[in-house]
């Protein structure tokens, strides 16, 4: 294969990855503050793209994306606060069961506000024709603008739980919620806010990609899945490991393209997953006894 079409490949798997990662790190900020598997997380990145795309009617488009990361941080705590606030105590089969029916919920009010055409914001730099060739390859500048964000992103995310107060409080509720309740943290807040973090960057992953991959009312839920999977194959739990383990799942997604029909991608990343998991069934950077989820 020509190296630089292999490089194409790669460039295109790690862009893909980067959008799963931030999914999968939504599933691990929720998942180690409420032992919550939120499969209504791909609903959030539709749902950021939808109404940065209905903002943008009226408003500048940078003033579109805060006006929709906002509306959207603000209805993962709404949903925290209606569901599963009162919910807690149910088992994990019947939490997850709920986070299907409300993803189905979602989808179809946004069928009915937005009906089923397809939507995209406008290119943040250049347009769809417009390229950068870095070593043989083209790149899209919005795909730049897409791994900037993951990055930046990341690193925000990483240095808030590490280093600030309330990030540090979330942590201690993830690793020992008792003894945060003890200490005198606040515990069904800290998870009404991991929901909101949550949300908050769906939706931020929602609208850089809304140029490439185009916005529609059914994109939330393929994207869950691969999220999970992505949370999965890192090892549940641990944000940084979410965005190794979405860089994989993206690459090898993309370089099944090469070999495989178009029919197929999903079948090789998740063979690569199950793979992996039955070689280590707590990830590839998890901990046995679960300490991964302290990491941050």
Known sequence: ???????????????KGGIYAVVAIGFNLIFSATGVLNFAQGEFVMLGGMVAVTLAHYVPLPVAIIGSVVTVACMGCLLELLFFRKLRRHSVLHMIVITIGLSIVIQEVALHLWDEKVRSLPYFSGNEISSVSFLGASISPQV??????????VAALHGFLRYSLVGRAMRACSSNAEAAMLSGINIANMRT?????SAALGALAGCVISPITLTHYEMGGGLAIKGFAAAILGGLGNPLAAVAGGLLVGVIESFAVSQLPSAFNDVAAFGILLLALFVRPHGLFGSPSGEGVREC
């Open 144 to 153: 730049l603008w897409v791994l900037a964000t993951v990055t930046v992103s």
């Open 193 to 197: 806010l991991a929901f909101g973090m």
């Open 1 to 15: 294969m020509d190296p630089s079409l292999i490089l194409q490949y790669l460039l295109s798997g790690i862009t």
